[in-house]
């Protein structure tokens, strides 16, 4: 087990963000009802998901489920070749559907691969049901085998071409779907959306109040807190004031600096290992969301007992 991995109690929940004000209420939402059950489900954090101690995380793999690039070859690595020799008992994995293997040197304790859809401009909604179909059956493969908590990375935004905000909108309604379906939520504490590319973190941190919103008593919080804070001339975290998210990063370059050479609608797109590399901690990173939500919890309790 990583001494340095990240526990899901350490990884806070949309509740937590809206809260802390890491996270505002969008101006317009997607006519979901807000719903605090949801909220102190989900959860979005910039990390290595090869860190995260979960019950099981998603790879987004090749059809051949052997390794690739990207997070793909991460997990690869860090898992071990173990991983590889229970992949190959698989026989591959078809674009939409997904299978689960052990998590093996990894912290989480399975591995959901999921093959996502390489994005087809002039057939977009072919592309956007097989991506709806990855995180669909990830969610039943996770409840099927009594995964309580399941971290997505990113599926097909990289190298596979799918636009960074088409694909949380589909992912996010996907996932509400499901969640809102009998008592799914109850079979799972929670989900976790873990990106790495800078364009991802941005078009989750836009969609997921418009499709999750806080509730009347989140907003009723975090104003509290604002008041609270601006009274000790405590500095308010602005996820805008983050100019690193202005441009394209080194990150996003590492994270997919790959060719997609030829026709690769019709090829199978074995990427070259790309290794996983550290960064400075910036407000949307996991750090400064557990720092933000520590001065709320430090807030609510100061509020409690000044009421007693």
Not at 37 to 65: E, F, G, P, W, Y
Not at 72 to 87: K, S, V
Not at 166 to 186: H, I, P, Q, W
């Amino acid at each position: 087990m990583a001494a340095n991995a990240l526990t899901l109690k350490e990884i806070p929940t949309l509740t937590q963000l809206y809260r802390a004000r890491v996270l505002s209420p969008a101006k317009h939402t997607m006519g979901s009802a807000p719903s605090k059950a949801l909220n102190d489900t989900l959860s979005h954090i910039r990390h290595d998901i090869t860190k995260l101690q979960v019950d099981c995380i998603v790879n987004a793999a090749n059809r051949s489920l052997l390794g690739g690039g990207g997070v793909d070859g991460a997990i690869h690595r860090a898992a071990g070749h173990r991983l590889l020799d229970e992949c190959r008992a698989l026989g591959g994995c078809r674009t939409g559907d997904a299978k689960i293997t052990n998590g093996y040197n990894l912290p989480a304790t399975k591995i959901i691969h999921t093959v996502g859809p390489i994005y087809d401009e002039d057939n977009h909604e072919l592309s956007e049901t097989l991506l709806r179909s990855c995180y669909r059956r990830s969610l039943e493969l996770a409840v099927e085998h009594d995964q309580r908590s399941i971290a997505f990375s990113a599926v097909s935004t990289g190298v596979y071409g799918y636009p960074n905000e088409a694909a949380a909108r589909a992912v996010l309604d996907e996932v509400d779907k499901f969640l809102r379906e009998g008592d799914n939520v109850s079979k799972l504490e929670r989900v976790i959306f873990c990106s790495f590319m800078p364009a991802d973190v941005r078009a989750y941190e836009r969609y997921l109040p418009a499709y999750f919103p806080p509730t009347d008593e989140d907003i009723e919080t975090a104003n509290a807190t604002l008041k609270s804070q601006t009274n000790d001339d405590t500095v308010i975290v602005d996820i805008n004031e983050d100019d690193s998210y202005d441009s394209v990063s080194e990150d996003e370059q590492d994270w997919e600096e790959l060719s997609r050479d030829g026709d690769n609608k019709n090829q199978e797109l074995d990427e070259e290992p790309i290794e996983l590399h550290s960064w400075e901690a910036s407000v949307t990173d996991v750090q400064s969301m557990q720092s933000s939500t520590a001065e709320f919890d430090e807030v609510s309790k100061s509020e409690t007992e000044n009421k007693s």
